[in-house]
């Protein structure tokens, strides 16, 4: 009785364990900005990462949908520039709603990185498993200018 619930306590106990590290391997996919009153630009950067079964199969990445429940999903491909790039105009086009002006976006630039052996962010040191378990991250970047009402009227008038 007593081996029996040990038992049940050990696979408990490794049950969460398994639950946490999932969660702490899973993708994050972020928005940050940060904003120059000065000039009235917005630096954004938008990001996402994934880990992928032999550099095919999507086993956790972060949700980019727009309205979403968990930060994260599982066995479905969120990291794409697509994906990443949609989610920056969509944020663009609601800057603009918000500023109450129009938004022209410059400077953009991405990149990518991709790792084939089992490495965990912030750890100098791969482990050596190459090509079962790899990692995926996008990242795009780029500044919002507030463009007057006024601007956009004249820009539109000229182009006619």
């Known amino acids: 009785m007593i081996?029996?619930?040990s038992m049940r306590k050990s696979a408990f106990l490794a049950c969460i364990l398994g639950l946490v590290g999932t969660l702490c391997l899973s993708g994050?996919?972020?928005?940050?900005r940060g904003q120059l009153l000065r000039?009235?630009?917005e630096h954004i950067l938008v990001s996402n990462y994934g880990w992928y079964l032999f550099d095919v199969l999507p086993l956790a990445c972060g949700n980019a949908a727009e309205e979403r429940a968990l930060p994260f999903?599982?066995?479905?491909n969120d990291v794409t520039m697509d994906k990443i790039q949609t989610r920056f105009m969509t944020y663009a086009e609601s800057y603009g709603r918000r500023a109450g002006a129009g938004v022209t976006v410059r400077d953009l630039a991405y990149t990518t990185r991709e790792s084939v052996l089992f490495e965990i962010p912030g750890i100098n040191f791969p482990l050596p498993l190459p090509y079962i378990l790899t990692y995926r991250e996008i990242q795009l970047s780029g500044v919002l200018d507030r463009v007057p009402e006024k601007a956009l009227a004249d820009d539109q008038e000229v182009g006619k």
């Open 39 to 41: 000039t009235n630009e």
């Open 3 to 5: 081996y029996y619930l």
């Open 28 to 32: 994050c996919f972020v928005i940050d």
């Open 73 to 76: 999903v599982f066995f479905r």
